[in-house]
């Protein structure tokens, strides 16, 4: 979303962020972003770190529990976990359409057009009550669900993948059976979830009915934070725009410190290892497999990690609170990257080319390192079944069987082969959409129909009436007929 | 199509064009041309005229029986030339196979990539069989049936009219229901003459199992010679790209006398009349009409028009036997187009924003008409039941009537803005292909699948029975559940 906004700036745009106080991710005191950005910072009735709390216990859950819970712990967790996570989001919204001020001032603003990620609510119903054009931000939902039911994107289960699975587009009829079941199961949970608490509070908040799914669907624009040569091909509306990899950029010069250190890895290179700005720490037993593998490894490596330094570390392994990665990847002496799988690094790593060894944690990381050791370009390790010597081994392998290189190089290759580069394609719609007030030529007319219609069930119906009544009609044509046949012979050996 | 080829011999490519000494459409003898690309030309066992003719043949049906014709006459004769056509079609794919030199010729020619219009047959079993990357140029099918059967594009019969319909994407129930039983027959008939007539002849060509849609939808990427501003916005498949409009470019200057012509016009500027290339001449009626309505506009007019001089024709108006429509669109002086409504006309009206009044004469005129009459761009009429008067009314209005030209005027700014100009994607995809060997990553999985898995229907036939044993077992508990509490209780009364 940054990228997008740095890119609307340069080109001359003025750009409003309207963020709460207690935002744990937009830095609205930094001096830098104050003079790029206008803010419009509204007041909540609860903290940055109840909030950082909520996204700590999410990791947290998801890292070190999920694994070995009961099915049945697992669905009450998430459900507690959500609902409070709802619950502060729309104290949230609550308290910003609740201050006057703040909505007269976005009135008064006559702003062209509204981005937003829907990870959180609202931003698409300050749209609609704005009477503004809607361009949506989104990397994936859950089972695609707001894909499918609000964007209205087709994703057929035979070779679509629901979101959270990490099969490919070629599944066996078991993969199959199981993504339908997916596929079925999240759309109504999350249905019956968006009807029971958001329409409500969308409704009550506009003040007629209003849906979630309908506010979101008004969207003229898409961003999809995908791109093909990761994401699974499928049917996409005109306005769904992929634009995986806006972030990426040529390497810039790094810090003098780090450029001497990757410099003094002579030709064996260097090993990125970082898990996300998320995650800071691991067990100490963890920190130790770690440390361990890459103490054995002829390369240097930097590893970004916050956590207490671990006993074991090596003198060829630096640890940093901050590192700049796509610099970094972008290195020429870089041969490899440890990560987690988030999409951002991902993509960063295809842009340069940097085989990877993957140890996903959690959401969307095992279906996206998957992805790409389906494609050849990386080695996949669980972290809680991980030892030192799997870890040493799988760096082994990409950084020196050409395999991994050669596929990695490949997809590099297609990602940098656009007629139009994704930044640039962010840019020119969001663009679009100002000049023309809109995009209604991309928007699929679905989103005019309701659910029957849309699956065309009244037609069906009909169809099946009309084909009921002829049936009727000609067996009663048939059974007059035979009666007739039948008296005749009497009649006639009468 | 040769716009692409144009386009490609500009960026220095060697382009080879493969074609029966028969074509009607194809001028390799043409000097001019034949410095441009290589003319592979091979003997076919029937004449140019013979080709001609059957054209002929369908435009003088569509366009004079057509409408007064019995839905039996219609089918007949359109199986019966269907037939004919087909059978021509495979006589010259015959000729082309059977051709050893030419094959040969073919297969030591080490081709990047083959480029066809599927409007005849064989083009992608050449590419079948040599193995080369596929790219497809199409405007659109009957009801849709090779995009979507072929190319798995959707086309939703809720919202997504059929393609010789001319509904809007809102229909009404009517309208809804005649679209499914439209898409629900033409797909039948489509596949069944396919599986009768093509893939018996695929198979024996190839030797073994092929079907006609398999191989087209081998497809690396589909053009489809449409835009959004026109057409109806649906899903599309990653490898669709459309591309109408891409023949569209800025005016060049008129021939001298047409040039003295048009400005003599004066503020009341120039109207322009053509039918297309395959329509030359009308009945005297029809000329007649359309020379009285011309003669009563203060407008100058160029009409294209081969037949003879109609007595009628005023001095404003000059016949023509060829126009440089492109030029005289694009002239300043241009008020209004009078047009058949085909496809390449009325993008380059849209392109240089001339308001249209469009007299559809068979195929899909009457659809792409309707097209830009909603949209508030034209004005329809019929030519069976016209008169001058309201062709003469027609004309006044679009070109009087402000809303007109500012309907144009926003197609054709939504047309002209798009990241990359239509014939810059079009080469960029073909370049594409070249430098990967084929675009694997954004075919759909789906073509690997066979229909009932597509559709998911072994899933869901295995959900059924899991459905029914789990009811079955419920019954069966809950039956013994009853029988022993009755027991119990007689057991009791006992």
């Known amino acids: 979303m940054r990228n997008i906004l740095d890119e609307l700036v340069k080109r001359n745009h003025s750009v409003t962020v309207l963020v709460s106080e207690a935002s744990p991710s937009v830095d609205y ?9 206008n803010f419009l910072v509204y007041k909540v009735p609860f903290s940055k770190s109840y909030l950082h709390g909520l996204t700590e ?7 070190f529990e999920w694994h070995h819970s009961s099915m049945l712990k697992k669905i009450l967790w998430s459900h507690d976990w959500t609902t409070r996570s709802i619950d502060v989001l729309m104290r949230q919204c609550d308290s910003m359409f609740k201050d006057e001020q703040l909505m007269a001032t976005l009135r008064d603003s006559k702003f062209d057009a509204v981005l937003l990620d829907p990870v959180t609510i609202c931003g698409d119903l300050v749209a609609d009550i704005l009477n503004l054009p809607l361009i949506i931000s989104l990397r994936l939902s859950l089972g695609g669900v707001i894909e499918r039911h609000c964007g209205h994107a087709p994703a057929p289960p035979s070779y679509v993948p629901a979101a959270p699975l990490p099969y490919s587009d070629h ?3 078991v993969e199959r059976l199981i993504n339908t079941v997916t596929y079925v199961s999240l759309s109504a949970m999350t249905d019956m979830f968006w009807r029971l608490r958001l329409d409500k509070y969308y409704t009550e908040v506009k003040g007629s009915p209003t849906s979630y799914c309908g506010t979101l669907g008004k969207a003229d624009l898409w961003f999809i934070r995908t791109f093909w040569d990761i994401e699974t091909p499928r049917p996409i509306p005109p306005n769904f725009k992929h634009v995986g990899g806006l972030h990426c950029k040529p390497a810039n010069q790094l810090p003098a410190d780090m ?3 990757v410099q003094s890895s002579g030709d064996a290179g260097v090993v990125v ?7 800071t720490n691991f067990t100490t037993e963890t920190a130790d497999v770690i440390a361990v593998a890459l103490g054995q490894i002829p390369q240097k490596v930097i590893w970004k990690y916050k956590g207490n330094k671990p006993k074991t ?4 392994t630096r640890l940093y609170d901050w590192i700049p990665q796509n610099d970094l ?3 020429p002496r870089t041969r490899a990257f440890v990560t987690h799988g988030g999409t951002n690094g991902l993509y960063e790593a295809v842009y340069h080319a940097v085989p990877m060894v993957g140890i996903p944690l959690f959401a969307d990381q095992p279906d996206n390192i998957a992805r790409l050791s389906r494609r050849g370009a990386a080695v996949v390790l669980d972290l809680n079944t991980m030892t030192s010597d799997m870890l040493r081994q799988a760096l082994h392998d990409v950084i020196n069987q050409p395999g991994y290189k050669s596929s990695i190089q490949h997809l590099s290759n297609v990602h940098r082969d656009q007629p139009v580069a994704p930044l640039s394609t962010a840019a020119f719609w969001v663009e679009f959409v100002m000049r023309h007030g809109g995009a209604p030529h991309l928007r699929l007319a679905s989103h005019e129909l309701n659910w029957f219609q849309y699956h065309s069930l009244d037609v069906a119906a009909a169809l099946l009436v009309v084909l009921m009544i002829t049936g009727a009609l000609c067996w009663a044509g048939i059974r007059c007929f035979l009666l007739r046949c039948r008296r005749g012979r009497r009649e006639k050996n009468d």
Chains 1, 2 share one sequence.
């Not at 290892?273 to 995650?279: D, L, N």
């Not at 570390?313 to 060829?316: R, W």
């Open 329 to 331: 990847l972008g290195h």
């Open 57 to 63: 216990e999410l990791i947290n859950f998801s890292m």
């Open 259 to 261: 450029e001497e250190f």
């Open 273 to 279: 290892v970082s898990f996300g700005s998320m995650v």
């Open 313 to 316: 570390l090596m003198s060829n």
């Open 29 to 37: 005191n930094n001096s830098r972003h104050a003079t790029k950005f």
């Open 171 to 173: 599944m066996t009829f």
